[in-house]
């Protein structure tokens, strides 16, 4: 399977909403309701922050939402605070047992 | 409380074989899969495969398929990848992920895998 599309970069100031996309194709992202987002810090293993699309895991701030729309799933954060900057991955189920990761997108506060 | 706690770091010469374990805990093993994804440094996530840990069935990659053998042993809750004829861009560091409503709730630390000759 290719890998799920993710812009490489996204940045914002404290305070503003930024949106990072995830596209894939209606074999993964468009063909089922497992879209996972995950946050990595520098030296950490990464972090479930959306599940199921838009399910939150407890302890995971109201600041983060998920959605989908076609083949392509987006996170949103709001209200962006300095610990927010790190490397946030999407992932799909795809099928067959078969899971999809997207590139990465490095989220820059500014 | 859920942990999954992953062995220390390896340095292995090229062609040879590693072993990674994964130990969980505070759940009921069999009742999760667990997946092994790795991250090459300053690269992506990437998945390897994954062990269903009731029945021992398993799913590899195609990139990694014929080098990736996923393993369990019930009863000390823990999973292993072994990941044989490696080469330097082998070097990374490896996790284990416990896997559940088509996410990965709970990762392992990683262990870091180098690849030197």
């Known amino acids: 399977q290719s890998a799920l599309t993710q812009p490489p970069s996204a940045s914002g100031s404290p305070g503003q909403s930024v949106t990072i996309s995830c596209t894939g194709t209606?074999?993964?992202?468009?063909?089922?309701?497992?879209v996972s987002w995950y946050q990595q810090h520098p030296g950490k293993a990464p972090k479930l922050m959306i599940y199921?699309?838009?399910k939150r895991p407890s302890g995971v701030p109201d600041r983060f939402s998920g959605s989908k729309s076609g083949n392509t799933a987006s996170l949103t954060v709001s209200g962006l605070q300095a610990e927010d900057e790190a490397d946030y991955y999407c992932i799909s189920y795809a099928g067959s047992s078969n899971l999809v990761f997207g590139g990465g997108t490095k989220l820059t506060v500014l | 409380q859920v942990q999954i706690v992953q062995s220390g770091a390896e340095v292995k010469k090229p062609g040879a074989s590693v072993k990674v374990s994964c130990k969980a805990s505070?759940?009921?093993?069999?009742?999760?899969?667990i997946h092994w994804v790795r991250q090459a440094p300053g690269q992506r996530l990437e998945w390897m495969g994954w062990i269903d840990t009731n029945n021992g069935n398993t799913k590899y990659s195609q990139k990694f398929q014929g080098r990736v053998t996923i393993t369990r042993d019930t009863s000390a809750s823990t999973a292993y990848m072994e990941l044989s004829s490696l080469r330097f861009e082998d070097t990374a560091v490896y996790y284990c992920a416990r896997y559940g409503s088509g996410s990965y709730g709970y990762w392992g630390q990683g262990t870091l895998v180098t690849v030197s000759s």
């Open positions: 505070g759940y009921t093993f069999t009742t999760y899969a």
């Open positions: 209606s074999s993964d992202v468009g063909g089922y309701n497992y």
């Open positions: 199921e699309v838009t």
